[in-house]
């Protein structure tokens, strides 16, 4: 990760990547209910083709991804940057995709960088905006991940 994390207190920094943690897991089961747990009741989320507010609307479009172009798919979300942006904000800056188990890299066409915007309300975080974009070259997986 990027030297912006080291001025983000452990415990923050845990938490968030504990949040990755539950995105890959319930992505690897393909498990929209469980993802857009993690997401603020008025979350923004803005992909490639796709502008969605709110947890409900998370849940809907990732059950269809789930049926159609990700099913059986896993991720990876790599942080390359970590930093607050006010005490109770945390951006990060992170490198991943789609890939199939048994691959040795994130394909060129879901290779993305996403960037998200997490707030800690009531000592817990969670994410109020995310978005990607493509990166257009593959990403190699760490063994790991394989």
């Not at 089961?29 to 008025?42: G, I």
Request: with cysteine.
């Amino acid at each position: 990760m990027d030297h912006d994390a080291s001025t983000v207190r452990p415990d923050d920094a845990a938490a968030v990547q504990e949040i990755v943690r539950r995105i890959t897991m319930s992505w690897n089961e393909n498990d929209a209910d469980s993802l857009c747990t993690v997401y603020a009741d008025d979350a923004s989320v803005v992909l490639p083709g796709a502008q969605l507010k709110g947890q409900k609307n998370i849940r809907e479009w990732m059950a269809q991804a789930f049926d159609g172009k990700w099913k059986g798919t896993h991720v990876i979300g790599q942080p390359l940057e970590l930093r607050y942006l006010r005490d109770d904000v945390l951006l990060m800056i992170s490198q991943g995709g789609a890939y199939l188990p048994g691959s040795s890299e994130v394909p060129v066409e879901n290779a993305i960088r996403g960037i998200w915007v997490f707030i800690k309300e009531n000592g817990e975080w969670t994410i109020t905006g995310y978005g990607n974009t493509p990166v257009r070259a593959p990403i190699p997986l760490p063994d790991t991940y394989r």
